[in-house]
């Protein structure tokens, strides 16, 4: 029996990856291409000291299926609460962008949606 989701967000948090977050993004996106389902990606930076908050502008600003929640003292778990209660999905999950590739997201993803 397949669950019907109206929604995916996808809950991203960061810190200190502005070297390469956007391709990582990049890789989710590819990802979530292939389930055909509505989807949302909620950036969520906290307390970085790099340019991670201006890719994450950067990239809001070009997607429309982009929000962004930020912090900006570190708070792993204050940010994904806050993500969380900005998602708008009936489906939600987050990644480790360091640690989980499109693949891990798309195989995760499957699952839920079988």
């Not at 995916?8 to 070297?19: C, F, K, L, R």
């Not at 070009?62 to 209660?85: D, M, P, Y």
């Not at 997201?105 to 949606?113: G, R």
């Amino acid at each position: 029996m397949h669950k019907s989701y109206s929604l995916i967000s996808v809950i991203i948090p960061i810190y200190n990856q502005g070297d390469f977050i956007e391709s990582v993004v990049e890789d989710y996106v590819l990802a979530l291409r292939k389930l055909g389902k509505p989807y949302e990606i909620i950036l969520a930076p906290n307390g970085c000291q790099d340019n991670t908050l201006d890719v994450c502008h950067r990239l809001v600003k070009k997607n429309k299926e982009f929000q962004l929640v930020a912090l900006e003292k570190n708070g792993w778990g204050k940010i994904i609460k806050q993500a969380v209660e900005a998602s708008k999905g009936n489906l939600i999950c987050y990644v480790n962008s360091a640690r989980n590739t499109g693949g891990d997201l798309l195989a995760v993803l499957s699952k839920a949606l079988e």
